[in-house]
Structure formats: C-alpha cells, structure tokens
C-alpha cells in the first residue's frame, strides 16, 4: 500500500506531467501556471501548521515536493516557500497573509532593521534576492549577531532591480528606505538556523537533480550506439557513470542526514553545511561528465539535460559558497578543542 507521503509525490509527478521545462527569460521567468496548480491542490502549504494558515502535513513532506519539483526542473520558489521562509517565518511569530503568494528569501545582513512599535522599518539593499519580481514578499533576514530581524516585507514599494543566475532564475537587488515590514528580533542562533534552512534548501535541490541527471545518462548510455554497440559497454564510460554514481550517492546520504538534523532541531547547522559543501563539490563532477557523456547533444537548447546542469551551477553559489560553508563546519569541528574533534567529527558525519 503506498504511503501519504507517495500518493504526495505522485500528484506532484502527475501536476509536472503538464508543465513541461522551458528556457526562463526576462519575459517568462516562472511556470504561473504550474505555480497555480501547486495552489489550487494545496501543495504551496506543505509542512506549515494548519493554525498558522498551512496545510499541514510533516518536514518530510515538503521535503519529497521540492525534491520532485527539482528533479522536474521546476520554476517556481517552493524550495524557499516551503523549507526556508514558511517554517522560519511561522516559529518566529510573523504573521503571513497566505501561502498561496509565493515568498522569496534574502539573506541581508547590509540591510538594516529598526523597531516602529509593532513594525519594523528596513533600510538598505538586499542582493541575490530570490525570485524578486515573481514572489509578492520577501522573508528578509536583516542584520547581523544580537541586532538580526527576520521581516517580510511587500515587493511593492521597495525598488528592484531584476537579475537572474545563470538558470535564467530571478535574482535581483531591492533597495528599501524605511520600508515598514512585519518581522520579529531572532537571535544569533535562530539566525544561523534560517541561514542553515537555506543552504540546505539548495543541498536538496542540487540532489534531486543531479540524481535525475544520473538517470538520464544512465539512459542515453544505454541507447546511444557507437562502433556497433551502445555507449555503457564501453569501460571509459562505465567508469565515469560509476563516479557519477559515487557522487549522487553521498550527496543524499548527507542531505537525507541534514534534514533529519533538522526535523529533530539537533546539529541542524553543522548538517547543513556538510549538506552544502559535498552537494557544491558533486555538482562540477556530475554536471562535467554527464555533458561529456552525452556529447554535442547535451549542451542544445532543445535537450532537456541543460534545464538541470544550469540550475546546479546556479544553486552550488547560492545560499552561502562552498568557501563560506566549509569555515562553519570546521569551527564548528573545532569548537570543543582537539580532544573532541574525532567525536565531532563521526557525529557531523
């Protein structure tokens, strides 16, 4: 008998069946439609408490959608939505209108927060802002240390200035002077949780597709013939598929470790960093062997191979680099002094 959390992704696989991938562009640069369905069937709420609006439901939960909407190569903030600024936004207390708005994430620590009674007004710039332009907020954490405020500010008022990564994914720059936004004061730790929040989003992200892009070349290998025989007879071939295989591998295993951190509130930002870090490093080998592997076809517009290799070089640089993320797993390894870090080390691991 299959499980809720199945029949859950089953109706995400059916929704994709009618939302093919396309080339994003300044004119087109999400699926509403495909965002519309996710709506209309509830899917936009996943994992948010039914008293703070949601649907409901568990972290796993809206963990399996955004794995398969990645894998689907999806364009729509749900990754932000339901497993950045849904979950962060609700354990803070800010009130959010609905979840069937999408909301983007920003990570600002240049733009700054001042109380106004039961208000904050924010002032500076906020850059690599996630789906600005689409998402009609922006859960924004502001600051830095004691004086952090997570806000969810309108798009309306402030100004933007569109951008996209190199998936062609809205990625601009707001600028606000005194915007008025709903918010709440988090602490140092809270903080460092929202920002763990968001590069594990990505970590998730990156291993969905990148064990759809295995998938897909695994497939190519088998049916593309060369010299009279198919491509995965060839021990070249079979080698990098097994690398391929090697890297998709650890990246779950560390992913699947990190939400599992996460859902038990224990080591979540160490987890997330491990998460990070391998997924970054697996993208270039995967990505490079998966286009070497299926040759001039692999880099066409018209292939469907491009609308995930693009997407992981872009996610692999956001939501926090490799550099940045491997600084906090080390102090955090090293934080209980030498005599502790084999112990540390085994539990990040």
Not at 152 to 162: C, E, F, H, M, R
Not at 201 to 206: C, E, H, N, T, Y
Not at 287 to 315: K, M, N
Request: net charge negative; hydrophobic share 50%.
């Amino acid at each position: 008998m299959a499980s809720e959390q199945d029949l859950l992704v089953e109706t995400v696989v059916d929704i994709l069946g009618g939302h093919e991938p396309f080339v994003l562009t300044p004119d087109r640069p999400w699926d509403e439609p495909l965002w519309a369905a996710l709506v209309e069937t509830g899917l936009t709420g996943v994992g948010i408490a039914e008293d703070a609006g949601g649907s409901g439901g568990e972290l796993a939960d809206a963990v399996a959608i955004v794995r398969t909407l990645a894998a689907g190569a999806a364009a729509a903030p749900v990754a932000e939505q339901l497993l950045v600024a849904g979950p962060a936004l609700t354990a803070a207390g800010v009130p959010v209108p609905s979840w069937e708005a999408p909301i983007g994430v920003a990570v600002a620590p240049s733009v700054q927060a001042t109380a106004d009674g039961d208000r904050f007004l924010l002032t500076g710039t906020a850059t690599g802002v996630a789906w600005v332009g689409v998402a009609e907020r922006v859960a924004v954490l502001t600051g830095s240390g004691e004086e952090t405020v997570l806000a969810l500010v309108g798009t309306a008022g402030p100004t933007t200035v569109p951008a996209a990564n190199l998936a062609g994914e809205p990625r601009g720059t707001v600028t606000f002077e005194a915007t008025a936004a709903a918010g709440a004061r988090l602490t140092a730790e809270q903080a460092d949780v929202f920002r763990a929040r968001y590069a594990l989003a990505r970590a998730v992200q990156i291993a969905a597709a990148l064990e759809q892009v295995l998938a897909w070349t695994v497939q190519y290998a088998g049916e593309r013939h060369q010299f009279g025989r198919p491509l995965a007879k060839f021990q070249a071939i079979q080698m990098e598929l097994a690398e391929m295989a090697g890297e998709v591998t650890a990246v779950t295993a560390l992913t699947d470790a990190a939400v599992q951190a996460l859902d038990r509130s224990e080591g979540v930002v160490l987890a997330a960093a491990a998460a990070k870090v391998r997924a970054g490093a697996a993208v270039e080998v995967v990505a490079r062997l998966a286009h070497q592997v299926h040759g001039a076809i692999g880099f066409t517009q018209e292939y469907r191979l491009h609308h995930l290799t693009r997407r992981c070089w872009s996610w692999r640089d956001e939501a926090g680099s490799e550099l940045e993320w491997s600084r906090v797993l080390g102090a955090g390894l090293l934080a209980g002094g030498g005599d502790a870090l084999w112990e540390s080390l085994t539990r990040a691991v």
